[in-house]
């Protein structure tokens, strides 16, 4: 969702970098990319690490909250995310979400921008015992929505995302958003994008 449908990881790196410099920390791109994809308790205990503390990492917690608050916590759909989801819907392709993030914040982003209803089943982080990268959530979203794994395509923009859908077994395509994927994730994947708008635009072409 975040970084792929949602265009989320820029603004909230920016406000990560900016709570941080309030407190007199220097936080960079770097290491908030290396969260991206990750359940939100590893994340935070990464987090913690990089900013040397828990105490620090609270303050920056609160001061991201109040960042974004200001926003009403609504982040805009990415380019070609509501063309590809009227695509899906008019070809009977059933769709569900598979975030690290936890339900509420999934349900709020995704309704905020209208496109909740397209998807028949969400699957946080939060319901599997292992995050991404490893399989578990993937294999739960197949589940739910009643199809194998391998007749499933994963749209992934993070290299721990990707991979946890290459585990799982599924076909994936990445549209990197703030990460580039390593040659791994390249060699494995059925395409590299550089927005959901290249999708359609190929399927509707054939």
């Given amino acids: 969702m975040d970084?792929?449908?949602?265009?989320?990881?820029?603004?909230?790196?920016?406000?990560?970098?900016?709570?941080?410099?309030?407190?007199?920390?220097?936080?960079?791109?770097?290491?908030?990319?290396?969260?991206?994809?990750?359940?939100?308790?590893d994340a935070s205990r990464l987090m913690?690490?990089?900013?040397?503390?828990?105490?620090?990492?609270?303050?920056?917690?609160?001061?991201?909250?109040?960042?974004l608050k200001q926003r009403n916590y609504v982040f805009p759909?990415?380019?070609?995310?509501?063309?590809?989801?009227?695509?899906?819907?008019?070809?009977?392709v059933i769709c569900g979400v598979a975030s690290s993030s936890p339900i509420s914040h999934i349900q709020h982003r995704l309704s905020h921008v209208g496109v909740l209803d397209y998807?028949?089943?969400?699957?946080?982080?939060?319901?599997?015992?292992?995050?991404?990268?490893?399989?578990?959530?993937?294999?739960?979203a197949a589940e739910r929505l009643g199809v194998a794994v391998d007749a499933c395509i994963a749209f992934e923009d993070s290299e721990t995302g990707a991979r946890a859908a290459i585990a799982a077994g599924l076909k994936?395509?990445?549209?990197?958003?703030?990460?580039?994927p390593s040659d791994f994730v390249r060699e494995k994947s059925v395409q590299v994008l550089a927005?959901?708008?290249?999708?359609?635009?190929a399927k509707t072409s054939e």
């Fill in 3 to 41: 970084g792929l449908l949602i265009d989320s990881e820029r603004i909230i790196m920016q406000a990560c970098i900016q709570a941080a410099k309030a407190i007199g920390i220097t936080y960079t791109q770097a290491e908030f990319v290396a969260l991206i994809g990750r359940p939100s308790t």
């Fill in 172 to 180: 994936v395509i990445v549209v990197p958003d703030l990460q580039l």
């Fill in 195 to 201: 927005s959901l708008d290249g999708y359609v635009s």
């Fill in 48 to 67: 913690a690490v990089q900013l040397n503390g828990v105490e620090q990492l609270s303050q920056v917690a609160e001061g991201v909250d109040a960042i």
């Fill in 77 to 92: 759909l990415k380019p070609g995310a509501l063309t590809l989801l009227q695509h899906f819907q008019a070809n009977n």
């Fill in 119 to 140: 998807f028949a089943s969400i699957t946080s982080g939060q319901e599997v015992a292992k995050g991404k990268p490893s399989p578990d959530i993937y294999w739960l």
